[in-house]
């Protein structure tokens, strides 16, 4: 059992648990109106390779990836006065998201994208364009190696605007080079 009076701060794991129950009602829905004979999906779907380092790069990066947002959700929420302040979880916050942020590209190996893989988010594109890639992803490094200085030094109001302005940082990536499932 979790015991979740050792968190400090609820209200981001409310957001994202009011989430996850949004999307479990639309999935329950959807699932109950689905024909349980229908084996077309299962059918169609190609053999994955669960074992292949492309599998695991996907495993890897959507982890990450998950840390990143929770992270920088934090940040960003406090910066934008939607939590309540934590200096203490705001620089480590930072921290830990500066440090994530460092081994994203890691996770992006070439043949790890949806035309290889139907879970992967990641967009052939990527592979493609690589230079551009790179330097949205070192913008990303950059950015949020700054809130972390920021903050180690001069706290929360020091590190305040730049940590507002992350989410630019992570949408020059997500618009051209991440599928959706729209």
Request: proline share 4%.
């Amino acid at each position: 059992m979790i015991d979740f009076s050792l968190l400090t701060d609820r209200e981001p794991i409310m957001i994202h648990l009011k989430y996850f129950f949004s999307f479990f009602i639309i999935f329950f829905i959807v699932g109950c109106t689905e024909s349980p004979n229908d084996t077309s999906a299962i059918e169609e779907s190609p053999a994955i390779d669960t074992d292949s380092p492309e599998y695991a790069a996907i495993v890897f990066r959507q982890a990450l990836l998950q840390v990143i947002a929770y992270k920088s959700g934090s940040v960003r929420n406090m910066a934008d006065g939607e939590i309540a302040i934590d200096e203490e979880k705001f620089a480590k916050d930072a921290n830990d998201l500066d440090a994530a942020v460092n081994m994203l590209v890691d996770g992006f190996i070439e043949g790890s994208s949806r035309d290889s893989y139907p879970n992967s988010f990641a967009s052939p594109d990527i592979w493609s364009n690589w230079d551009d890639f790179l330097e949205k992803a070192n913008n990303l490094k950059t950015a949020t190696a700054e809130v972390n200085q920021l903050a180690m030094t001069g706290g929360f109001v020091a590190a305040q605007t730049a940590a507002q302005e992350l989410g630019s940082n992570c949408g020059a990536c997500h618009r051209p080079y991440r599928i959706r499932n729209d």
